[in-house]
Antibody
């Protein structure tokens, strides 16, 4: 059983929007901090943002390049986290991974987002 | 923001040899909140080490982490052919902003 599965990636034009989903299983999702990390083509890993568990306040934090454009949310009833991406730029092209926990102990296999005209 | 610099960028070694990967921080990492990951192409990254020296569940004991403050090391005592992939360090001490190193690639000599 794969603990985290991302979906929702695809091709979008600059300025467009996309929502990614991350479905969790095999652990207590409502207690998990959920992160998003991306890897642009030929580049390394870059942390994007995080939502804490509701018992820890459910607050969100973002990396500077996406702050104000991306929003992380969660639906614990569906064991799913989301990454809403607005005003997408070409440089947002990447594989997007979700990962649980304070130090990212479990990861999904990622979903590819391509921003191109 | 804490900047992590990994060295070398690429290291050529043979199976059975010992690998030493470095991760240097631009400022001290509080409580040694430093993790290491292994990333194979097309797969999910895998946590190897957290808290600078604690092995994650299921990680073989040939992987070890050490260091404190600004200098950290991942050591692979005897390289298996499957170990020749990319390794990243991550600091999670300057919360809420996490930063990764740029990665070290191990290649077969």
């Amino acid at each position: 059983e794969v603990p985290l599965v991302e979906s929702g990636g695809g091709l979008v034009k600059p300025g467009g929007s996309l929502r990614l989903s991350c479905a969790g299983s095999g652990f207590i999702f409502s207690n998990a901090w959920m992160n998003w990390v991306r890897q642009a083509p030929g580049k390394g890993l870059e942390w994007v943002g995080r939502i804490k568990s509701k018992p820890n306040g459910g607050t969100t934090d973002y990396a500077a390049p996406v702050k104000g454009r991306f929003t992380v949310s969660r639906d614990d009833s569906k064991s799913t986290a989301y990454l809403q991406m607005n005003n997408l730029k070409i440089e947002d092209t990447a594989i997007y991974y979700c990962a649980t926990g304070w130090y990212l102990d479990l990861w999904g296999r990622g979903t590819l987002v391509t921003v191109s005209s | 923001e804490i900047v992590l610099t990994q060295s070398p960028g690429t290291r050529s070694l043979s199976p059975g040899e010992r690998a030493t990967l470095s991760c240097r921080a631009s400022q001290s990492i509080s409580n040694n909140y430093l993790a290491w990951y292994q990333h194979k192409p097309g797969q999910a990254p895998r946590l190897l080490i957290y808290g600078a020296s604690s092995r994650a569940t299921g990680i073989p004991d040939r992987f070890s982490g050490s260091g404190s403050g600004t200098d950290f090391t991942l050591t692979i005592s005897r390289l298996d052919p499957e170990d020749f992939v990319v390794y990243y360090c991550l600091q999670y001490g300057a919360s809420p902003l996490y930063t990764f190193g740029q990665g070290t690639k191990l290649e077969i000599k």
